[in-house]
């Protein structure tokens, strides 16, 4: 069984960084695309940056670029988000992602941005 585990969320103030990761285990294959989307509370869950399955595509939301950058490790079936420049609307539960026959989805991770 599969399981997509976040870690990295936390409390930072406005301008500061984050960099959350995910661990994917209980598979045996390889996944496709990786990556990371969030959901504030009221609004729907949103596409944050999304990376293909050898790194060399990367596909981020309008408002992410410049300041966040998605990065995988296959070896360890993992997925990272570095969150810099970190702004109180990005304020919002993240969740990792996982494709392979299906979508995975792990638990999610809290990250508050202060002003």
């Known amino acids: 069984q599969v399981q997509l585990v976040e870690s990295g969320g936390g409390l930072v103030q406005a301008g500061g960084s984050l960099k959350l990761s995910c661990a994917a285990s209980g598979g045996t294959f390889r996944f496709n695309d990786m990556g990371w989307y969030r959901q504030a509370p009221g609004k729907q869950r949103e596409l944050v940056a999304v990376i293909s399955r050898g790194g060399s595509s990367t596909n981020y939301a309008d408002s992410m670029k410049g300041r966040f950058t998605v990065s995988r490790d296959n070896a360890k079936n993992t997925v990272y988000l570095q969150m810099n420049n970190l702004k109180p609307e990005d304020t919002a539960v993240y969740y990792c992602?996982?494709?392979?026959?299906?979508?995975?989805w792990g638990q999610g991770t809290q990250v508050t941005v202060s002003s």
């Open positions: 992602m996982a494709t392979s026959i299906r979508v995975y």
